[in-house]
């Protein structure tokens, strides 16, 4: 599974509009959490920006959104279930939602900053903290007002962005198979040092 890096093309892909400011939210599988307030919010306003959020397996949230209508300037476009999630983000020019660890991680690969709307867990607390302090490719902004305007400034301003974006380009060199095979046999080592013969 490759997703293209060519974002406008991407967009093209997905039927979006190619040149719009693109904000994907999700809060985990069933849509619970900020999400709702924050559409309403950027709805509300009218923001000149294509709004996605990821409903999930929440079918009564996603029918719900789906009679809701886009403004003049703001395209929305409410997804349920989606088995190629990592296309929409990578098409993003922003991620919100709360900081579970795969989506935030995705975020960051895709080079594709992030607010953290919301953590149910300690797990997800410290994700966010090492998003936001560690790495720097996210905000924690648990206001659905102030996550619209966060994201009405990054759309009017989208190089206030670039920070965000150079610090997730900085992680791309931990990616990959070869890291991952590395880091795997030198765990194996410490525990069975033969097998540094």
Not at 12 to 20: E, I, P, T
Not at 39 to 63: A, M, W
Not at 78 to 90: C, K, V
Not at 114 to 127: G, L, S, Y
Request: hydrophobic content about 40%.
């Amino acid at each position: 599974f490759t997703v293209s890096t060519d974002k406008k093309a991407l967009r093209l892909k997905l039927g979006l509009n190619a040149d719009k400011f693109t904000v994907l939210l999700a809060e985990g599988g069933y849509g619970i959490g900020k999400m709702t307030k924050i559409c309403k919010e950027i709805l509300q306003r009218d923001l000149n920006v294509t709004l996605i959020p990821v409903c999930g397996k929440n079918k009564e949230l996603f029918n719900e959104m789906s009679k809701w209508e886009s403004g003049k300037n703001c395209e929305f476009r409410p997804l349920g279930f989606a088995d190629n999630l990592p296309e929409y983000l990578s098409a993003s020019d922003l991620f919100c939602g709360k900081s579970g660890a795969n989506v935030l991680l995705e975020a960051c690969f895709f080079g594709v900053p992030q607010i953290v709307t919301n953590n149910a867990t300690h797990i997800e607390k410290m994700n966010c903290k090492y998003y936001v302090k560690d790495i720097k490719t996210a905000l924690k902004i648990f206001s659905a007002d102030k996550v619209a305007d966060k994201i009405e400034e990054f759309a009017n301003y989208p190089e206030r962005l670039t920070p965000f974006k150079a610090a997730a380009q900085a992680q791309r060199e931990n990616y990959g198979a070869e890291k991952a095979a590395n880091l795997t046999f030198e765990l194996l080592c410490t525990r069975f040092p033969e097998l540094k013969n």
